[in-house]
C-alpha cells in the first residue's frame, strides 16, 4: 500500500478527482487491449513507472527497455521505460483518458483498487472473464488473456523487479478478483445513415450504409461486372493445331481475340504428298493459322536438263531446258551441227548429217542411240524408205560416245513427189526408244520443194531449225541457215557440191570430234 | 462444505511438528503461525478410501534467516514464495528458495543444507536419482539447467522449441525414468532431455503418462465442472469421467500417476458468493485417486491452498501414492503428505 500512498497522496489525489470529473476512457475493442499488452512484453518492472514503446501489437525497443535491480519498493530502476502491474494495466485500458503507451507516468489507479468496481471498471465473476479483463489482489494486477483447460489462465502482467513485463501461464489464488473495463466495443466509424461506394469484382461497384449503430453495415451485391476481371487473360484452341488468346482490358472487356497460331505438329517433320507433281510432291505438315496443311518442301524452280520436273508442271525437263542439272540426265544432248538441203525436188533423195554433244551422264553406245522422226506423214515427212530403218526411225549411231563428245548421224531424206514444202523434225532416242529431251536433242527440217530440175529455183530459203530454239552457239557453225543461191548455174552447182564435200571429208576419218577441236 | 480461508489459521509456532498427525478443527484468527489442524476427515464410501492424512511433515518459518524460506511480498507486483519443492530419496524435502537464490533441503531435524542458484527467477525444480537437480526458468532466461549435487551447472538448453513456442506457456515439468518432460498449457508434454538428463531429440505427445501407452488430460468447463478421460496413443479415447466433487472446482492443480497406474488428483475448490463476486465462500484442495480405468478409489481433503503468494508447484505423488503438499500460511511453508492404507 505504499505505492497507493505515492500515487494518491497529496496533490495528486486532488489531481484524479480533477481528471475523473472530465475523463472519458475510449472505446477500446478486446483486441485493442491484448494488443497493448503485447506491445509491452519485454519491458522491464519499473516501480512506479509505466510507459514502453510499441510498433503496432509488438514490443519497440528502439526503447531501451531498463532494468530493475533490488526488493521494490526499495529497488533502483535503470532507463526511462517500463511500468509496474497497475501502471501496466492503467496505461493499457487508457483509463481516465485516451493515452498513448509511449507516454509516460503512471496513472491514478494501484492494483488493489482494481478489486472493487469503480467508474471505469466492474468487478465480475470469475466464470465470465474474457481477453483484457483484469485480475487484480490487493498487491497486484495483471491482464488476462485466456484461460487454460484446466482452469488457470494465460496474463499479461509486470511481475515483478525480476521478472519485467510478461506473458505467461499461471494460477491466481483466491485472492484476485475479476473486473471488466467500461467503454469495450468497437469505436464509431461511421455517421449514421452515412453511405459509401467501392468498387469490386470485375468493374462492379457496392455500397453499404451506416447503422445506426453507428457502424458499416455489410457491403450490398456487386453491380455492373464486367465480363472478365481486368488483366486477365484467356487462351482457347483452335482449328485442329492452333490456340489464340484474348485479354481483358481495364473496364473488364474481352478484347478481340489473337490470330490463331500454334507450332507445326511434331516439330514440323510429319511428311505428307502435296498432291503436286515433281518435287513438290514431298510436303511436311504445318500449323498454319491455327491449321494443318501440306506444305511442300521445294518450291518450283525453271526448269533444268535433269530428269527432274523442277517446275511441277508435270512434265520432265519438258521446253527444252538448256541449263543442264547436276547430276544431268543419263541421256541428254546438244545439237551441235547440222547439213540440211534448203530446197528438193520433188521426189529427190538427200543425204544429211547432225552433230549432237553427249551431255548426258551415260555413254552412247553404237546402234543404241537412234534418231527417230517425230511427224508420222508419208506426204511430209522427208520419209526415205531406201535408208530409214524404219518410217520413224531415219538413223542409228554407228560409234560410241562418250560423255561430252560430240556423235555424228548421217542419213537421207526423200523429198515428196508433191506440194511446196515438207517439214520433218528429228529427235535422239535413248536405248530404251525413249526421246531425249534436253538440252537441244532434236532438228527442225524445213525443206522446199520444186517440181522443176534445180532446187530453189524461186529463190526461197531453205530452213532448219535446231533442237528447238537453241543452238550452241559454241559450236561456231555458220550453216544453221544455209542461204542457196537465188539463181542456180551449173558451176555454182559445181561448187556447192564441193563445198559440201569437203565438209564430209572432214568427218570422215573421224567417228566424232569436239565442238573444242573447231576452235 | 464451506471452508472461509481466513478462519483457517492455526495457532503456535510449529517448527517441531515435523511428522505430527493432529486431528483438530479449532482456528485461530489472527494467528500469524502454524495451524494445529492438519486433517480433516470425510465420509467415505468402502470402495473409495481415504487417504491417510493430512500428515505435517515439515513447518518452515518464514525469515531472512538459513533456517527459514524467503517470500516476496508484492507491492504493485507478483507476491511469491518458494515456487516449488522436491522429495528426496531419503524423504527430505528440497525447496525452491529463490527469492533467497538457493536450494534448501529440510529433514526431521530442520535445515540440513543449502546449494546456491544464482537466480531468483527459477520457478521449479527436479531431483535426480543422482542428487541432481533440474531446474526450469520460464521468464527470464527461458532454459531448463541441470546442475551437479554441488551446485555446478552442467546443462542448460532452451525452453522454447518444438512443441513449445512460448516459454511462458510452460505449465509443469516433471521427470520420470525416460528423462525431463515440460508440459505446454496442460495439453501435451514434451520430452527435452533424455534418462541421462543430456539434451535429446524432442518428443511431443498429448497429456500425461498413465501406463501401457496410455495419456490422461483433464478439462475443466466454464461452470466449474471437470472431466478426465484416458487417450490410448494406439487406440484411441478411453474412459472419460466427470470428477465428483463436493463443491465447483476452480482448477486442476495437478495430474500423476503411480507404476501401477493408479491415477491421482489434485483440484482446487474455489466458489464465491454470486452477488459479489470479491467474496469467495470456498477455498480449498481435494484429491481423487483413480485406478487405471477411471473408477474412484480414494480421496483426500486438504486445508491448504495456494495463497497470495504464489507458487509454481503445489503437490507432487511419489511412486508409492503418497501425496505430497507444499502449503504457505502467515507462519511459514507446511509440507503434508497423504498416504494409503496398504
Redo the contacts between chains.
Keep these: 500500500m505504499k505505492k497507493g500512498r505515492v500515487v494518491l497522496g497529496g496533490a495528486s489525489a486532488l489531481v484524479l478527482l480533477a481528471v475523473s470529473a472530465v475523463a472519458a476512457p475510449p472505446l477500446m475493442s478486446r483486441d485493442d487491449i491484448i494488443c497493448r499488452a503485447k506491445s509491452g512484453v519485454g519491458f522491464s518492472y519499473y516501480w512506479g513507472g509505466a510507459c514502453w514503446c510499441a510498433s503496432g501489437c509488438s514490443p519497440n525497443f528502439s526503447c531501451p527497455a531498463g532494468s530493475c535491480s533490488g526488493n521494490c519498493p526499495n529497488c533502483t530502476h535503470y532507463g526511462q521505460y517500463g511500468a509496474d502491474c497497475s501502471g501496466y494495466v492503467t496505461k493499457i485500458w487508457q483509463i481516465p483518458n485516451p493515452i498513448s503507451v509511449s507516454t509516460c507516468g503512471h496513472g491514478p489507479y494501484v492494483a488493489s483498487m482494481y478489486t472493487k468496481t469503480s467508474s471505469y471498471w466492474t468487478v465480475i465473476s470469475r466464470n465470465s472473464l474474457q481477453p483484457g479483463d483484469s485480475m487484480a489482489s490487493s498487491a497486484h494486477v495483471l491482464l488476462y488473456e485466456q484461460g487454460d483447460p484446466w482452469g488457470s489462465l494465460v496474463a499479461y502482467e509486470a511481475r515483478g523487479c525480476s521478472s519485467g513485463i510478461v506473458r505467461n501461464w499461471r494460477t491466481c489464488s483466491g485472492d484476485y478478483v475479476a473486473a471488466r473495463r467500461i467503454n469495450l466495443g468497437t469505436p464509431c466509424a461511421c455517421t449514421p445513415g452515412a453511405k459509401e461506394n467501392r468498387g469490386c469484382g470485375q468493374c462492379g461497384t457496392q455500397s453499404r450504409t451506416c447503422g445506426s449503430n453507428c457502424q458499416w453495415e455489410g457491403w450490398g451485391a456487386c453491380t455492373g461486372q464486367g465480363p472478365c476481371a481486368a488483366g486477365t487473360s484467356e487462351k482457347r484452341n483452335c482449328c485442329d493445331c492452333g490456340t489464340q488468346s484474348r485479354s481483358c482490358t481495364s473496364s473488364c472487356q474481352w478484347a478481340e481475340w489473337s490470330a490463331c497460331d500454334g507450332p507445326d505438329p511434331e516439330g514440323g517433320t510429319l511428311s505428307c504428298d502435296t498432291g503436286e507433281p515433281g518435287p513438290c510432291a514431298e510436303g511436311r505438315i504445318r500449323c498454319v493459322q491455327g491449321c494443318k496443311t501440306c506444305r511442300r518442301v521445294v518450291d518450283p524452280t525453271p526448269e533444268l536438263c535433269d530428269e527432274v520436273d523442277n517446275d511441277c508442271n508435270g512434265q520432265v525437263d519438258d521446253g527444252h531446258p538448256t541449263e543442264l542439272g547436276d547430276p544431268p540426265p543419263a541421256f541428254a544432248a546438244t545439237l551441235v551441227d547440222h547439213s540440211i538441203p534448203v530446197v528438193m525436188h520433188h521426189g529427190e533423195q538427200a543425204t544429211v548429217w547432225a552433230a549432237f554433244r553427249n551431255d548426258g551422264s551415260k555413254r552412247w553406245n553404237k546402234n543404241e542411240i537412234w534418231l527417230g522422226a517425230t511427224t508420222v506423214d508419208a506426204e511430209a515427212a522427208l520419209y526415205d524408205p531406201e535408208s530409214w530403218a524404219a518410217y520413224d526411225i531415219a538413223a542409228l549411231l554407228d560409234t560410241d560416245v562418250e560423255p561430252g563428245q560430240v556423235g555424228v548421224l548421217t542419213w537421207s531424206i526423200r523429198a515428196p513427189e508433191k506440194g511446196q514444202s515438207s517439214q520433218q523434225t528429228f529427235r535422239l532416242m535413248d536405248p530404251s526408244g525413249s526421246w531425249l529431251r534436253c538440252p537441244s536433242p532434236e532438228l527442225q527440217v524445213t525443206v522446199r520443194l520444186s517440181a522443176f530440175g534445180r532446187r530453189a529455183e524461186d529463190g526461197g530459203l531453205a530452213d532448219t531449225q535446231q533442237g528447238g530454239e537453241n543452238a550452241d552457239p559454241s559450236s561456231g557453225c555458220a550453216c544453221h541457215h544455209v542461204r542457196a543461191p537465188a539463181s542456180w548455174s551449173w558451176a555454182g552447182w559445181l561448187l556447192f557440191a564441193l563445198y559440201l564435200g569437203a565438209w564430209a571429208s572432214r568427218f570422215s576419218d573421224r567417228s566424232s570430234w569436239r565442238p573444242e577441236d573447231r576452235r | 462444505m464451506k471452508v472461509s480461508?481466513g478462519k483457517r489459521f492455526w495457532g503456535g509456532v510449529g517448527l517441531a511438528a515435523v511428522g505430527l498427525v493432529v486431528a483438530a478443527t479449532s482456528m485461530a484468527p489472527g494467528s500469524l503461525a502454524f495451524s494445529k489442524n492438519n486433517k480433516e476427515t470425510q465420509h467415505v464410501t468402502s470402495s473409495v478410501v481415504q487417504a491417510q492424512g493430512p500428515e505435517v511433515v515439515l513447518q518452515v518459518p518464514w525469515g531472512p534467516e538459513k533456517e527459514a524460506l524467503g517470500r516476496?511480498?508484492?507491492?504493485?507486483?507478483?507476491?511469491?514464495g518458494p515456487m516449488s519443492f522436491a522429495i528426496g530419496q531419503d524423504g527430505s524435502v528440497w525447496f525452491l528458495d529463490q527469492s533467497k537464490f538457493r536450494l534448501a533441503r529440510f529433514g526431521k531435524n530442520g535445515f540440513e543444507r543449502e546449494v546456491g542458484i544464482g537466480s531468483?527467477?527459477f520457478q521449479d525444480v527436479e531431483i535426480a536419482s543422482d542428487g541432481s537437480f533440474v531446474l526450469l526458468d520460464?521468464?527470464?532466461e527461458r532454459a531448463v539447467v541441470v546442475m551437479a549435487p554441488s551446485g555446478n551447472i552442467v546443462e542448460r538448453i532452451p525452453v522454447q522449441g518444438e512443441g513449445i513456442e512460448?516459454a511462458?506457456?510452460?505449465?509443469a515439468m516433471w521427470l520420470d525414468a525416460s528423462g525431463v518432460w515440460l508440459e505446454h498449457?496442460?495439453?501435451h508434454r514434451v520430452r527435452v532431455l533424455d534418462e541421462n538428463l543430456r539434451p535429446c531429440e524432442r518428443q511431443v505427445l498429448r497429456g500425461r503418462e498413465v501406463a501401457e501407452g496410455r495419456d490422461v488430460?483433464?478439462?475443466?468447463d466454464?461452470?466449474?465442472n471437470?472431466s478426465l478421460w484416458i487417450e490410448d496413443r494406439m487406440g484411441g479415447n478411453g474412459r472419460q469421467v466427470v470428477v465428483s466433487a463436493p463443491e465447483e472446482?476452480?482448477?486442476?492443480i495437478w495430474l500423476q500417476s503411480d507404476p501401477y497406474g493408479n491415477i491421482y488428483a489434485a483440484f482446487?475448490l474455489?466458489a464465491?458468493d454470486?452477488d459479489d463476486?470479491?467474496r469467495?465462500v470456498v477455498?480449498r484442495n481435494y484429491g481423487l485417486r483413480y485406478d487405471k480405468n477411471l473408477q474412484e478409489t480414494g480421496k483426500w481433503l486438504s486445508p491448504w491452498?495456494?495463497?497470495?503468494w504464489?507458487q509454481y508447484r503445489e503437490v507432487r505423488v511419489q511412486s508409492d501414492g503418497t501425496v505430497w503438499q507444499m502449503g504457505f500460511e502467515d507462519g511459514g511453508v507446511v509440507v503434508a503428505r497423504w498416504r494409503w492404507e496398504a
Design positions: 480461508r516476496v511480498d508484492g507491492d504493485e507486483s507478483a507476491s511469491v531468483e527467477t520460464r521468464l527470464v512460448d511462458g506457456l510452460v505449465t498449457l496442460h495439453t488430460l483433464g478439462a475443466r466454464d461452470r466449474g471437470v472446482i476452480g482448477r486442476i482446487h474455489l464465491f454470486p463476486p470479491a469467495g477455498d491452498t495456494i495463497r497470495q504464489e
